[in-house]
């Protein structure tokens, strides 16, 4: 079972997505049976914050002075024999996703859920460096998305 507890500091997002934690949740719940690490209590921090807070932390622990997307902090130091993990935090901009600024609600969200996928593939270990690794990861993305998408409620 994978447990997301969704922080917001940006009002903005309130107005796009009502029930954060709810719906975080869901997708996780509907994730293939591959990443649903049965018989496991899994813990993610979901940040949901605004472009100037993501270019600080960009700055701060990656050496990159720009806003971005989203960033995905790994906690490397678990065991799998564990109980309970806690695979990291996860920090997504609501400038960034709200881009062009009269997407629908449906393209908002879906767009979200696409991000929060590519953020917990980075907490697995997943990286797109290399356009190998970049391709694997993509398909990867793509294969999740489209398996929620025919199992959760998007509108």
Do not use: A
Not at 26 to 31: D, G, I, P
Not at 46 to 71: A, C, P, R
């Amino acid at each position: 079972m994978i447990k997301v507890n969704v922080l917001s500091e940006e009002s903005s997002w309130s107005k796009k997505i009502k029930s954060k934690e709810i719906l975080f949740n869901k997708v996780c719940n509907f994730f293939p049976k591959k990443y649903k690490f049965l018989n496991k209590k899994i813990y993610i921090t979901l940040l949901l914050s605004n472009n100037k807070y993501i270019k600080k932390l960009n700055y701060k622990f990656k050496g990159k002075n720009k806003h971005t997307d989203i960033l995905s902090f790994p906690f490397n130091n678990y065991k799998s024999n564990i109980k309970e993990i806690y695979l990291g935090d996860i920090i997504i901009s609501y400038n960034y996703i709200n881009k062009p600024r009269n997407i629908t609600n449906l393209q908002f969200k879906n767009k979200v859920i696409k991000i929060f996928i590519h953020g917990f593939l980075h907490l697995l270990g997943f990286d797109h460096i290399k356009f190998k690794d970049y391709k694997k990861m993509f398909n990867e993305e793509k294969r999740i998305f489209k398996f929620i998408s025919k199992k959760i409620e998007l509108n």
